[in-house]
Protein backbone atom coordinates (compact mmCIF):
# COMPACT_ATOMS: atom_id res chain seq x y z
CA UNK A 1 0.00 0.00 0.00
CA UNK A 2 1.59 3.04 -1.33
CA UNK A 3 0.33 4.97 2.16
CA UNK A 4 3.21 2.91 4.12
CA UNK A 5 5.80 3.82 1.54
CA UNK A 6 7.69 6.55 3.72
CA UNK A 7 8.98 3.47 5.79
CA UNK A 8 11.51 2.99 2.44
CA UNK A 9 13.53 5.64 4.23
CA UNK A 10 14.16 3.78 7.18
CA UNK A 11 17.26 2.02 7.78
CA UNK A 12 15.64 -0.93 9.83
CA UNK A 13 13.47 -3.47 8.50
CA UNK A 14 9.65 -2.68 8.54
CA UNK A 15 6.66 -4.91 7.91
CA UNK A 16 2.60 -3.87 8.10
CA UNK A 17 0.47 -6.69 8.95
CA UNK A 18 -3.28 -6.48 8.61
CA UNK A 19 -5.97 -8.14 10.90
CA UNK A 20 -4.21 -11.29 11.88
CA UNK A 21 -1.87 -12.88 8.60
CA UNK A 22 -2.23 -10.86 6.01
CA UNK A 23 0.71 -8.76 4.86
CA UNK A 24 0.19 -5.48 3.57
CA UNK A 25 4.07 -4.17 3.24
CA UNK A 26 7.27 -4.84 3.21
CA UNK A 27 9.76 -1.58 3.50
CA UNK A 28 13.00 -2.03 0.85
CA UNK A 29 15.57 -2.80 4.67
CA UNK A 30 13.02 -5.54 5.24
CA UNK A 31 13.22 -7.35 1.74
CA UNK A 32 16.99 -7.10 1.88
CA UNK A 33 17.47 -8.76 5.35
CA UNK A 34 14.63 -11.22 5.33
CA UNK A 35 15.18 -12.15 1.20
CA UNK A 36 14.12 -15.69 2.14
CA UNK A 37 10.80 -14.23 3.37
CA UNK A 38 8.04 -16.64 2.01
CA UNK A 39 4.99 -16.90 4.38
CA UNK A 40 3.69 -14.49 7.48
CA UNK A 41 3.58 -18.50 9.30
CA UNK A 42 6.75 -20.02 7.87
CA UNK A 43 8.67 -16.50 9.11
CA UNK A 44 7.02 -16.35 12.38
CA UNK A 45 8.23 -20.18 13.24
CA UNK A 46 11.52 -18.86 12.68
CA UNK A 47 11.76 -16.51 15.44
CA UNK A 48 11.66 -17.08 19.06
CA UNK A 49 11.55 -14.97 22.07
CA UNK A 50 11.96 -15.88 25.86
CA UNK A 51 8.15 -15.10 26.91
CA UNK A 52 5.59 -17.62 25.76
CA UNK A 53 2.39 -18.14 26.89
CA UNK A 54 2.86 -21.75 29.10
CA UNK A 55 -0.60 -22.86 29.03
CA UNK A 56 -2.05 -21.84 25.40
CA UNK A 57 -2.62 -24.94 23.18
CA UNK A 58 -2.20 -22.60 19.91
CA UNK A 59 1.72 -23.50 18.70
CA UNK A 60 1.57 -19.92 16.96
CA UNK A 61 1.23 -18.12 19.77
CA UNK A 62 5.10 -19.15 20.82
CA UNK A 63 6.06 -17.23 18.18
CA UNK A 64 6.77 -13.31 19.04
CA UNK A 65 4.77 -12.34 15.37
CA UNK A 66 1.54 -13.68 16.88
CA UNK A 67 2.44 -12.56 19.93
CA UNK A 68 2.04 -8.99 18.99
CA UNK A 69 -0.45 -9.40 15.99
CA UNK A 70 -3.04 -10.81 19.23
CA UNK A 71 -2.24 -8.16 21.99
CA UNK A 72 -4.24 -5.40 22.19
CA UNK A 73 -1.03 -2.90 22.93
CA UNK A 74 2.11 -1.57 21.35
CA UNK A 75 4.44 -4.78 21.35
CA UNK A 76 8.05 -4.68 22.48
CA UNK A 77 10.08 -8.04 22.72
CA UNK A 78 13.98 -9.22 21.91
CA UNK A 79 13.70 -12.07 19.46
CA UNK A 80 16.35 -14.12 17.57
CA UNK A 81 15.64 -15.04 14.24
CA UNK A 82 17.46 -18.37 12.97
CA UNK A 83 17.01 -18.70 9.28
CA UNK A 84 19.31 -22.08 9.21
CA UNK A 85 20.11 -24.10 11.67
CA UNK A 86 23.76 -22.89 12.34
CA UNK A 87 22.69 -19.04 11.79
CA UNK A 88 21.11 -17.06 14.44
CA UNK A 89 20.60 -12.99 14.18
CA UNK A 90 19.45 -11.15 17.28
CA UNK A 91 16.31 -8.13 16.86
CA UNK A 92 14.28 -5.89 18.90
CA UNK A 93 10.91 -6.05 17.46
CA UNK A 94 8.64 -3.46 18.26
CA UNK A 95 4.92 -3.26 17.21
CA UNK A 96 2.59 -0.02 16.89
CA UNK A 97 -1.15 -0.68 16.57
CA UNK A 98 -2.60 1.23 13.81
CA UNK A 99 -6.49 0.38 13.26
CA UNK A 100 -6.53 -3.02 11.84
CA UNK A 101 -3.24 -2.78 10.92
CA UNK A 102 0.13 -4.27 13.23
CA UNK A 103 3.36 -2.12 11.83
CA UNK A 104 6.31 -4.08 13.35
CA UNK A 105 10.14 -2.67 13.62
CA UNK A 106 13.05 -4.92 13.83
CA UNK A 107 16.37 -3.02 15.02
CA UNK A 108 19.27 -5.78 14.39
CA UNK A 109 20.94 -5.97 18.12
CA UNK A 110 23.00 -8.82 17.38
CA UNK A 111 26.24 -6.54 17.71
CA UNK A 112 25.06 -5.54 21.34
CA UNK A 113 24.44 -9.41 22.26
CA UNK A 114 27.77 -10.60 21.21
CA UNK A 115 29.15 -7.34 22.55
CA UNK A 116 27.65 -7.97 26.08
CA UNK A 117 28.02 -12.09 25.56
CA UNK A 118 31.94 -11.78 24.84
CA UNK A 119 31.31 -9.61 27.85
CA UNK A 120 29.81 -11.92 29.95
CA UNK A 121 32.44 -14.71 28.44
CA UNK A 122 35.52 -12.68 28.66
CA UNK A 123 34.58 -11.77 32.25
CA UNK A 124 33.93 -15.58 32.95
CA UNK A 125 37.32 -16.53 31.01
CA UNK A 126 38.79 -13.57 33.06
CA UNK A 127 37.60 -15.44 36.64
CA UNK A 128 38.78 -19.27 35.21
CA UNK A 129 42.26 -17.12 34.51
CA UNK A 130 42.34 -15.68 37.65
CA UNK A 131 41.63 -18.96 39.57
CA UNK A 132 43.78 -20.75 37.10
CA UNK A 133 46.08 -18.15 37.46
CA UNK A 134 46.21 -18.91 41.44
CA UNK A 135 46.10 -22.50 40.85
CA UNK A 136 49.04 -22.49 38.98
CA UNK A 137 50.80 -20.07 41.42
CA UNK A 138 50.21 -23.20 44.43
CA UNK A 139 51.75 -25.88 41.96
CA UNK A 140 54.39 -23.64 41.13
CA UNK A 141 55.19 -23.30 45.01
CA UNK A 142 54.62 -27.37 44.95
CA UNK A 143 56.59 -27.99 41.33
CA UNK A 144 59.45 -25.88 42.81
CA UNK A 145 58.96 -27.76 46.35
CA UNK A 146 58.69 -30.87 44.74
CA UNK A 147 61.80 -29.80 42.42
CA UNK A 148 63.91 -28.70 45.39
CA UNK A 149 63.12 -32.05 47.35
CA UNK A 150 64.10 -34.25 44.37
CA UNK A 151 67.19 -32.50 43.68
CA UNK A 152 67.68 -32.71 47.67
CA UNK A 153 66.97 -36.72 47.20
CA UNK A 154 69.25 -37.04 44.28
CA UNK A 155 72.19 -35.36 45.25
CA UNK A 156 72.30 -37.67 48.45
CA UNK A 157 71.71 -40.43 46.49
CA UNK A 158 74.34 -39.43 44.45
CA UNK A 159 76.67 -38.72 47.13
CA UNK A 160 75.65 -42.14 48.68
CA UNK A 161 76.91 -44.25 45.29
CA UNK A 162 80.16 -42.08 45.52
CA UNK A 163 80.59 -43.11 48.94
CA UNK A 164 79.57 -46.82 48.50
CA UNK A 165 81.04 -47.13 45.46
CA UNK A 166 84.54 -46.07 46.55
CA UNK A 167 86.81 -46.48 49.83
CA UNK A 168 89.20 -43.78 48.54
CA UNK A 169 88.62 -40.78 50.57
CA UNK A 170 90.72 -38.29 47.79
CA UNK A 171 87.83 -39.77 45.18
CA UNK A 172 85.14 -39.55 48.19
CA UNK A 173 86.14 -36.32 48.68
CA UNK A 174 86.71 -34.70 44.94
CA UNK A 175 83.48 -36.34 43.81
CA UNK A 176 81.36 -34.37 46.70
CA UNK A 177 83.67 -31.10 46.24
CA UNK A 178 82.35 -31.37 42.85
CA UNK A 179 78.88 -32.15 42.81
CA UNK A 180 78.38 -29.40 46.24
CA UNK A 181 80.34 -26.65 43.35
CA UNK A 182 77.95 -27.22 40.65
CA UNK A 183 74.88 -26.95 43.19
CA UNK A 184 76.09 -23.76 44.76
CA UNK A 185 77.72 -22.47 41.56
CA UNK A 186 81.16 -22.23 43.22
CA UNK A 187 84.39 -21.21 42.05
CA UNK A 188 86.66 -23.25 44.66
CA UNK A 189 85.28 -25.75 47.09
CA UNK A 190 87.37 -27.74 49.54
CA UNK A 191 87.90 -30.05 52.56
CA UNK A 192 90.22 -29.37 55.87
CA UNK A 193 90.90 -31.97 58.39
CA UNK A 194 89.91 -30.84 61.80
CA UNK A 195 92.80 -31.93 64.73
CA UNK A 196 94.14 -30.09 67.66
CA UNK A 197 92.12 -26.98 66.50
CA UNK A 198 94.64 -26.97 63.29
CA UNK A 199 92.71 -27.02 59.96
CA UNK A 200 94.56 -28.63 56.71
CA UNK A 201 93.24 -28.06 53.43
CA UNK A 202 93.91 -32.10 51.98
CA UNK A 203 91.27 -32.10 48.68
CA UNK A 204 89.94 -29.15 46.78
CA UNK A 205 88.31 -28.36 43.27
CA UNK A 206 88.30 -25.22 41.53
CA UNK A 207 90.80 -22.65 42.27
CA UNK A 208 93.93 -23.90 44.42
CA UNK A 209 94.25 -22.22 47.63
CA UNK A 210 96.89 -19.86 48.89
CA UNK A 211 97.46 -21.79 51.89
CA UNK A 212 97.27 -25.67 53.15
CA UNK A 213 96.96 -24.59 57.20
CA UNK A 214 93.93 -22.04 57.50
CA UNK A 215 91.79 -20.75 60.82
CA UNK A 216 88.64 -19.15 61.15
CA UNK A 217 87.64 -16.40 64.03
CA UNK A 218 86.77 -17.42 67.30
CA UNK A 219 82.81 -16.49 66.30
CA UNK A 220 82.90 -18.69 63.14
CA UNK A 221 84.69 -21.60 65.36
CA UNK A 222 82.46 -22.07 67.81
CA UNK A 223 79.54 -22.23 65.40
CA UNK A 224 80.88 -25.29 63.57
CA UNK A 225 82.26 -26.57 66.27
CA UNK A 226 78.58 -26.55 68.08
CA UNK A 227 77.76 -28.68 64.79
CA UNK A 228 76.33 -25.67 62.76
CA UNK A 229 76.57 -24.61 59.30
CA UNK A 230 77.79 -21.28 59.22
CA UNK A 231 76.43 -18.98 55.90
CA UNK A 232 77.14 -15.18 55.54
CA UNK A 233 78.89 -13.08 53.01
CA UNK A 234 82.81 -12.26 53.61
CA UNK A 235 85.65 -10.61 51.79
CA UNK A 236 87.90 -12.47 53.20
CA UNK A 237 88.48 -16.83 53.34
CA UNK A 238 89.87 -16.79 56.48
CA UNK A 239 92.37 -15.12 58.63
CA UNK A 240 94.99 -13.57 57.04
CA UNK A 241 93.93 -14.55 53.31
CA UNK A 242 93.80 -11.82 50.76
CA UNK A 243 90.68 -10.16 50.52
CA UNK A 244 88.47 -10.65 47.55
CA UNK A 245 87.52 -7.77 44.99
CA UNK A 246 83.86 -8.42 46.10
CA UNK A 247 81.38 -9.95 48.61
CA UNK A 248 81.44 -13.89 48.33
CA UNK A 249 78.97 -16.06 50.00
CA UNK A 250 81.00 -18.66 52.09
CA UNK A 251 79.11 -21.46 53.32
CA UNK A 252 81.25 -23.74 55.78
CA UNK A 253 79.98 -27.00 56.94
CA UNK A 254 81.00 -28.94 60.09
CA UNK A 255 82.03 -32.99 59.45
CA UNK A 256 81.32 -34.37 62.74
CA UNK A 257 81.35 -38.57 63.40
CA UNK A 258 80.25 -39.48 67.23
CA UNK A 259 80.25 -35.84 68.78
CA UNK A 260 83.97 -35.05 67.47
CA UNK A 261 84.62 -32.85 64.32
CA UNK A 262 86.61 -34.17 62.21
CA UNK A 263 86.92 -31.43 59.47
CA UNK A 264 85.26 -28.60 58.05
CA UNK A 265 83.67 -28.33 53.64
CA UNK A 266 84.02 -24.83 52.56
CA UNK A 267 81.97 -22.96 49.37
CA UNK A 268 83.24 -19.92 48.14
CA UNK A 269 80.62 -18.68 45.87
CA UNK A 270 79.84 -15.32 44.27
CA UNK A 271 76.20 -15.92 43.72
CA UNK A 272 73.95 -14.09 45.88
CA UNK A 273 70.93 -16.70 46.97
CA UNK A 274 69.17 -17.32 49.96
CA UNK A 275 70.09 -20.70 51.45
CA UNK A 276 66.67 -22.85 52.97
CA UNK A 277 66.28 -26.52 51.71
CA UNK A 278 70.07 -26.09 51.21
CA UNK A 279 71.00 -26.40 54.43
CA UNK A 280 69.03 -29.71 55.02
CA UNK A 281 71.10 -30.86 51.29
CA UNK A 282 74.13 -30.16 53.57
CA UNK A 283 73.24 -31.47 56.63
CA UNK A 284 72.69 -34.57 55.20
CA UNK A 285 75.83 -34.47 52.90
CA UNK A 286 77.74 -33.97 56.25
CA UNK A 287 76.55 -36.47 58.07
CA UNK A 288 76.99 -39.16 55.13
CA UNK A 289 80.68 -37.98 54.35
CA UNK A 290 81.56 -37.99 58.72
CA UNK A 291 80.32 -41.89 58.37
CA UNK A 292 82.19 -42.27 54.93
CA UNK A 293 85.96 -40.80 56.02
CA UNK A 294 85.95 -42.92 58.91
CA UNK A 295 84.93 -45.62 57.30
CA UNK A 296 87.62 -44.72 54.43
CA UNK A 297 90.27 -44.49 57.39
CA UNK A 298 89.53 -47.58 58.82
CA UNK A 299 89.77 -49.78 55.27
CA UNK A 300 92.91 -48.13 54.57
CA UNK A 301 94.59 -49.20 57.87
CA UNK A 302 93.04 -52.36 57.53
CA UNK A 303 94.33 -52.69 54.25
CA UNK A 304 97.69 -51.32 55.03
CA UNK A 305 98.02 -53.67 57.74
CA UNK A 306 96.55 -56.80 55.93
CA UNK A 307 99.89 -55.94 53.05
CA UNK A 308 102.25 -55.56 55.94
CA UNK A 309 101.41 -58.91 57.29
CA UNK A 310 101.46 -60.13 53.87
CA UNK A 311 105.01 -58.19 53.56
CA UNK A 312 105.91 -59.94 56.38
CA UNK A 313 104.83 -63.65 55.12
CA UNK A 314 106.43 -63.06 52.24
CA UNK A 315 109.81 -62.32 54.37
CA UNK A 316 109.61 -64.80 57.00
CA UNK A 317 109.17 -67.47 53.95
CA UNK A 318 111.98 -65.91 52.24
CA UNK A 319 113.55 -66.31 55.63
CA UNK A 320 112.77 -69.65 56.21
CA UNK A 321 114.17 -70.94 52.73
CA UNK A 322 117.16 -69.12 53.43
CA UNK A 323 117.61 -70.52 56.80
CA UNK A 324 116.75 -74.39 55.63
CA UNK A 325 119.05 -73.49 52.87
CA UNK A 326 121.79 -71.84 55.17
CA UNK A 327 121.57 -74.42 57.60
CA UNK A 328 121.43 -77.19 54.76
CA UNK A 329 124.81 -76.01 53.13
CA UNK A 330 126.04 -75.39 56.68
CA UNK A 331 125.41 -79.19 57.69
CA UNK A 332 126.65 -80.35 54.17
CA UNK A 333 130.20 -78.33 54.22
CA UNK A 334 130.35 -80.07 58.17
CA UNK A 335 129.59 -83.38 56.53
CA UNK A 336 131.93 -82.94 53.52
CA UNK A 337 134.48 -81.68 55.70
CA UNK A 338 134.55 -84.41 58.13
CA UNK A 339 133.93 -86.98 55.32
CA UNK A 340 137.10 -85.39 53.73
CA UNK A 341 139.53 -85.74 56.68
CA UNK A 342 138.26 -89.10 57.50
CA UNK A 343 139.21 -90.26 54.01
CA UNK A 344 142.26 -88.18 53.11
CA UNK A 345 144.10 -90.00 56.82
CA UNK A 346 143.50 -93.82 54.96
CA UNK A 347 144.42 -92.23 51.53
CA UNK A 348 147.20 -90.88 52.96
CA UNK A 349 148.45 -94.20 54.50
CA UNK A 350 147.59 -95.73 51.36
CA UNK A 351 149.35 -93.86 49.18
CA UNK A 352 152.33 -93.87 51.54
CA UNK A 353 152.03 -97.36 51.03
CA UNK A 354 152.05 -97.32 47.39
CA UNK A 355 154.73 -95.46 47.87
CA UNK A 356 156.60 -98.08 49.23
CA UNK A 357 155.00 -100.98 47.36
CA UNK A 358 156.76 -99.07 44.00
CA UNK A 359 160.03 -99.28 45.45
CA UNK A 360 160.30 -102.77 46.39
CA UNK A 361 158.55 -103.53 43.65
CA UNK A 362 161.50 -102.58 42.05
CA UNK A 363 163.27 -105.18 43.68
CA UNK A 364 161.45 -108.32 42.94
CA UNK A 365 163.98 -110.89 40.71
CA UNK A 366 160.53 -112.71 39.06
CA UNK A 367 159.39 -110.59 36.49
CA UNK A 368 156.14 -111.63 36.30
CA UNK A 369 155.59 -111.20 39.95
CA UNK A 370 157.12 -107.80 39.47
CA UNK A 371 154.93 -107.01 36.38
CA UNK A 372 151.81 -108.23 38.79
CA UNK A 373 152.25 -105.88 41.57
CA UNK A 374 153.59 -102.69 39.39
CA UNK A 375 149.69 -102.94 37.37
CA UNK A 376 148.14 -103.51 41.46
CA UNK A 377 150.54 -100.65 42.47
CA UNK A 378 149.20 -98.32 39.21
CA UNK A 379 145.57 -99.14 39.81
CA UNK A 380 145.68 -97.70 43.30
CA UNK A 381 147.52 -95.08 42.05
CA UNK A 382 144.68 -94.51 39.92
CA UNK A 383 142.26 -95.12 42.45
CA UNK A 384 143.83 -92.76 45.19
CA UNK A 385 143.89 -90.11 42.31
CA UNK A 386 139.89 -90.57 41.75
CA UNK A 387 138.86 -90.08 45.50
CA UNK A 388 141.62 -87.03 45.87
CA UNK A 389 139.98 -85.61 42.85
CA UNK A 390 136.28 -85.87 44.61
CA UNK A 391 137.31 -84.73 47.97
CA UNK A 392 138.79 -81.64 45.87
CA UNK A 393 135.47 -81.45 44.44
CA UNK A 394 133.27 -81.49 47.24
CA UNK A 395 134.99 -79.24 48.95
CA UNK A 396 134.98 -76.39 45.61
CA UNK A 397 131.41 -77.07 45.76
CA UNK A 398 130.48 -76.81 49.61
CA UNK A 399 132.69 -73.48 48.84
CA UNK A 400 131.80 -72.70 53.13
CA UNK A 401 134.29 -69.85 52.91
CA UNK A 402 133.12 -68.10 49.72
CA UNK A 403 130.22 -65.76 51.10
CA UNK A 404 131.19 -62.83 48.33
CA UNK A 405 130.45 -62.40 44.96
CA UNK A 406 133.45 -63.53 42.70
CA UNK A 407 133.89 -64.26 38.94
CA UNK A 408 133.61 -68.19 37.88
CA UNK A 409 133.39 -70.06 34.85
CA UNK A 410 129.66 -71.11 34.41
CA UNK A 411 130.94 -74.08 32.15
CA UNK A 412 133.58 -74.88 34.61
CA UNK A 413 130.59 -74.77 37.36
CA UNK A 414 128.62 -76.72 35.14
CA UNK A 415 131.34 -79.61 34.89
CA UNK A 416 132.17 -79.16 38.49
CA UNK A 417 128.36 -80.03 39.63
CA UNK A 418 127.89 -82.68 36.82
CA UNK A 419 131.21 -84.42 38.63
CA UNK A 420 129.27 -84.21 41.99
CA UNK A 421 126.08 -85.77 40.73
CA UNK A 422 127.61 -88.16 38.28
CA UNK A 423 126.12 -91.26 40.56
CA UNK A 424 123.10 -89.75 39.56
CA UNK A 425 123.55 -89.54 35.96
CA UNK A 426 125.71 -92.22 34.52
CA UNK A 427 123.04 -94.93 34.47
CA UNK A 428 120.46 -92.51 33.38
CA UNK A 429 120.56 -90.23 31.44
CA UNK A 430 123.12 -89.26 28.53
CA UNK A 431 124.90 -85.72 29.01
CA UNK A 432 125.19 -84.19 25.82
CA UNK A 433 126.96 -80.42 26.01
CA UNK A 434 126.80 -77.54 24.14
CA UNK A 435 129.03 -75.18 25.87
CA UNK A 436 129.59 -71.65 24.44
CA UNK A 437 133.04 -69.85 24.71
CA UNK A 438 131.61 -67.41 27.56
CA UNK A 439 132.92 -64.90 30.09
CA UNK A 440 133.22 -65.18 33.79
CA UNK A 441 130.74 -63.95 35.63
CA UNK A 442 130.61 -62.44 38.85
CA UNK A 443 128.59 -64.86 41.44
CA UNK A 444 127.92 -66.62 44.34
CA UNK A 445 129.52 -70.09 42.78
CA UNK A 446 128.39 -72.28 45.29
CA UNK A 447 124.36 -70.86 45.09
CA UNK A 448 124.35 -71.30 41.60
CA UNK A 449 125.80 -75.32 41.74
CA UNK A 450 122.77 -75.45 44.27
CA UNK A 451 120.00 -74.29 41.13
CA UNK A 452 122.24 -76.71 38.58
CA UNK A 453 122.33 -79.82 41.08
CA UNK A 454 118.25 -79.01 41.84
CA UNK A 455 117.69 -79.21 38.04
CA UNK A 456 120.25 -81.83 36.55
CA UNK A 457 118.96 -84.17 39.53
CA UNK A 458 115.31 -83.36 38.32
CA UNK A 459 115.44 -84.04 35.27
CA UNK A 460 117.21 -87.65 35.80
CA UNK A 461 114.08 -88.46 38.07
CA UNK A 462 112.02 -87.32 34.99
CA UNK A 463 113.53 -89.85 33.58
CA UNK A 464 111.77 -93.49 33.03
CA UNK A 465 114.63 -95.54 31.76
CA UNK A 466 117.48 -94.24 29.65
CA UNK A 467 116.98 -90.38 28.26
CA UNK A 468 118.94 -87.40 27.30
CA UNK A 469 119.95 -84.13 28.72
CA UNK A 470 121.34 -81.49 26.89
CA UNK A 471 122.92 -78.20 28.71
CA UNK A 472 123.39 -75.62 26.67
CA UNK A 473 125.40 -71.60 27.31
CA UNK A 474 125.05 -68.94 25.31
CA UNK A 475 126.04 -65.23 25.47
CA UNK A 476 125.08 -61.85 24.01
CA UNK A 477 126.05 -58.52 24.92
CA UNK A 478 124.42 -58.43 28.43
CA UNK A 479 123.24 -61.99 29.37
CA UNK A 480 123.91 -65.41 29.72
CA UNK A 481 121.98 -68.40 28.78
CA UNK A 482 122.13 -71.60 31.05
CA UNK A 483 119.62 -74.49 29.36
CA UNK A 484 118.67 -77.48 30.58
CA UNK A 485 116.58 -79.77 28.60
CA UNK A 486 115.21 -83.08 28.80
CA UNK A 487 113.13 -85.51 27.46
CA UNK A 488 111.29 -87.13 30.40
CA UNK A 489 107.87 -86.90 31.72
CA UNK A 490 107.08 -83.44 31.22
CA UNK A 491 105.22 -81.45 33.70
CA UNK A 492 101.31 -80.66 33.06
CA UNK A 493 100.46 -77.03 32.34
CA UNK A 494 98.27 -76.60 35.87
CA UNK A 495 101.50 -77.81 37.72
CA UNK A 496 104.21 -75.34 35.85
CA UNK A 497 102.94 -72.09 38.71
CA UNK A 498 102.97 -74.08 41.30
CA UNK A 499 106.80 -76.20 40.83
CA UNK A 500 108.66 -72.81 42.41
CA UNK A 501 106.21 -72.55 45.28
CA UNK A 502 107.87 -73.65 48.70
CA UNK A 503 106.62 -77.35 49.57
CA UNK A 504 104.86 -78.56 46.30
CA UNK A 505 106.34 -81.68 45.11
CA UNK A 506 105.31 -83.56 42.76
CA UNK A 507 107.15 -86.57 43.37
CA UNK A 508 106.27 -89.43 45.90
CA UNK A 509 106.20 -89.59 49.89
CA UNK A 510 109.79 -89.29 51.29
CA UNK A 511 111.32 -87.89 47.58
CA UNK A 512 110.82 -84.70 47.78
CA UNK A 513 110.85 -81.55 49.97
CA UNK A 514 109.63 -78.99 47.42
CA UNK A 515 112.09 -76.53 48.48
CA UNK A 516 114.35 -77.08 45.87
CA UNK A 517 113.08 -74.99 43.16
CA UNK A 518 111.91 -72.36 45.58
CA UNK A 519 115.51 -72.17 46.98
CA UNK A 520 116.77 -72.22 43.35
CA UNK A 521 114.08 -69.09 42.48
CA UNK A 522 115.62 -67.27 45.20
CA UNK A 523 119.19 -67.84 44.21
CA UNK A 524 118.43 -66.41 40.41
CA UNK A 525 116.89 -63.75 42.17
CA UNK A 526 119.56 -62.57 44.19
CA UNK A 527 121.51 -63.04 40.67
CA UNK A 528 119.14 -60.17 39.71
CA UNK A 529 118.50 -62.96 37.38
CA UNK A 530 115.52 -65.16 35.52
CA UNK A 531 114.56 -68.85 35.77
CA UNK A 532 111.72 -69.72 33.15
CA UNK A 533 110.05 -73.38 31.91
CA UNK A 534 109.16 -74.56 29.42
CA UNK A 535 107.28 -77.82 29.15
CA UNK A 536 105.08 -80.71 27.23
CA UNK A 537 103.73 -83.54 28.69
CA UNK A 538 105.52 -87.10 27.34
CA UNK A 539 108.06 -84.58 25.51
CA UNK A 540 110.12 -83.08 28.25
CA UNK A 541 111.07 -80.47 30.14
CA UNK A 542 113.78 -77.20 29.66
CA UNK A 543 114.99 -74.64 32.26
CA UNK A 544 116.41 -71.57 31.41
CA UNK A 545 118.27 -69.22 33.56
CA UNK A 546 119.15 -65.75 32.29
CA UNK A 547 121.99 -63.69 34.22
CA UNK A 548 122.88 -60.30 33.75
CA UNK A 549 126.30 -59.85 33.35
Do not use: W
Not at 67 to 73: R, T, V
Amino acid sequence: MRKFDFFNQYRDPVIVIKDQNEVVFKNNTFCHVFKNFGSLKKFAHLMNFEMCPMDSENIDLYSPIFQAIESKENFFARISYSPTPTDTVYFDMTTVKRGNYTIFFFTDVSSDILLKDNQKERNEIQKKLEKLQEENNELEIIRQKAQTQAFKIALINKVSNIIRESMDISIILNSVLKELAIMFGCFKAYYASYSNDNLLIEETFGELPQEKNIKFDDFVMNKIKSGKISTGYSLVEYIGAQPFKQSVLRIIVPIFHMQKMIGVLVLLSYQKRELNEEIEILDAVSSQLGNAIIRAELYHKNAQNVMDLKKALTELKETQLQLINSEKMASLGQLVAGIAHEINTPVASIKSNNNILEKLSSQIEQQDIREMFTQINSIDKEAIKRISDIVVSLKKFVRLDEAELQDADINKEIDLTLEIIRHETKNKAKIIKNYSNIPTIKCYPNMLNQVFTNILINACQAIKENGEINITTEYNDKNIFIKIKDNGTGIPKEQINKIFTAGYTTKGVGVGTGLGLAISQKIIDKHNGKINVISEVGKGTEFIITLNR
